[in-house]
């Protein structure tokens, strides 16, 4: 099989290129990547010699580049997008231009060349904040930022499309994600860096918002999953069964890097921020998926890795939104 695989620079996407690669040796991957902030080589440093894979710069909203690499690969699975809540906050024109612009472009693509499979990486958060119980597949949507309103739109259009012309297309919504390489503006990242430097943690709000962790790897082997055993037109959901408040999360980091709860320091709220996500992923698991990484091990093992990749992250910290956005910040009183 040959996979067009976009954003596979960023977090996820390079999670997921070195997960197919070793897991199916016959594969041939092409990474295309903007590079943005997010995008950074240093995590495909270890593959980039694999004669199966080829990294191509460019952004997926040029059709004729796009057009070109389709022409090549079976499939496409499209990670590229805008992915971080406070910047869509500040500046969310990118956020349209990408996810929503960008995945009609790849569509566009992909049907030009009669592809049989096509993968919409989507995000739990496009069914909005849920005070008890949990999302299915059939919940409507309810985005409230304007990241979260780019990927339901970009939702929208895949599934019209599978309406409409019979697309083969399948998306996957799944819930928040952590390990290596995440950029540190996202919590976790940005909460082990801030704690290893011994500067404030930011936590938004009454720190009581609740957050349904993943380990990327379980999130790579279900689209692994879905790309073999999913049905076309299908939505899929994929929890990690971790839910945990801000505050708990907090204190495991600080537990686990020994710094004392003082660094804590609560500040002005998100605007619209989202209580807490829960989804239902009983539709995935009836195809075969299972999670393996128990989160207080690999938690600590992400721990671990940002403590010994000082250099992967310091070099790069001071294009987060944290820092780019540090007016923004004032403490709560
Ligand atoms: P990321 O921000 O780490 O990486 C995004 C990548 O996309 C970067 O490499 C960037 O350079 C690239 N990119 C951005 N715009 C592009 C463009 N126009 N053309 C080509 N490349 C472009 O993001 P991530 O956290 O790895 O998320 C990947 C995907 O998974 C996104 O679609 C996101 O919505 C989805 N998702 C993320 C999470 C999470 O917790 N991080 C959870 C569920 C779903
Ligand atoms: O649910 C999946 C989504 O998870 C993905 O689609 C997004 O791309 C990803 O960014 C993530 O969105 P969140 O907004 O949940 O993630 P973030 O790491 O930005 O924030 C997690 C929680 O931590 C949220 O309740 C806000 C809070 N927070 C975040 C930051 C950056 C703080 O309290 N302080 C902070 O400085």
Redo the contacts with the bound molecule.
């Keep these: 099989m040959k996979l067009l695989v976009t954003g596979g620079a960023g977090f996820i996407g390079s999670h997921f290129i070195r997960y197919m690669l070793s897991a199916y040796p016959t594969y041939h991957i092409i990474n295309l990547d903007k590079l943005t902030y997010a995008g950074n080589l240093d995590n495909l440093r270890d593959v980039e010699a694999n004669h199966n894979y080829r990294f191509v710069k460019g952004d997926i909203c040029d059709p004729a580049l796009v057009n070109k690499l389709a022409e090549e690969v079976d499939v496409i699975i499209n990670f590229a997008a805008e ?4 910047r869509s906050i500040m500046d969310p024109g990118g956020f349209i231009q990408t996810d929503v612009y960008g995945t009609y472009v790849l569509m566009e693509a992909a049907r030009r060349f009669n592809h049989q499979r096509y993968i919409q990486i989507s ?3 496009v069914y909005g904040s849920i005070a008890s119980g949990a999302f299915t597949e059939g919940s409507p949507l309810q985005p409230n930022s304007p ?1 979260a309103a780019s ?1 339901a739109a970009g939702d929208l259009l895949v599934l019209s499309y599978t309406r409409t012309y019979g697309f083969p297309a399948i998306i996957t919504r ?3 994600n952590f390990g290596p390489n995440q950029y540190p ?4 990242p ?1 909460f082990i860096t801030n704690a290893i430097e011994n500067k404030p943690l ?3 709000g009454d ?1 009581q ?1 609740v ?1 349904d962790w993943i380990y990327v790897v379980d999130h790579c082997a279900a689209i692994d999953c879905v790309l073999h055993q999913g049905k076309t037109g299908n939505v899929y959901n994929v929890g990690g069964g971790n839910e945990r408040t ?1 505050i708990e999360l907090t204190h495991l980091i600080l537990n686990a890097l020994e710094r004392p709860a003082s660094l804590i320091q609560f500040v002005k709220d ?1 605007p619209g ?1 989202d209580r807490r ?1 829960a989804i239902n992923d009983q539709k995935i698991h009836a195809l075969g998926y299972q999670s393996r990484h128990p989160f207080d091990e690999t938690l600590r093992a992400t721990v671990r890795w940002y403590q010994d990749n000082l250099a992967w992250w310091q070099r790069i910290k001071s294009g987060s939104f ?1 820092q780019y956005y540090s007016r923004q910040y004032s403490t709560s009183g």
């Design positions: 992915t971080h809540v406070d995000t739990d958060e990241y990927k799944c819930s928040n503006e996202k919590v976790i940005l930011p936590l938004y720190g918002n957050r801000n998100r921020h996500y944290q």
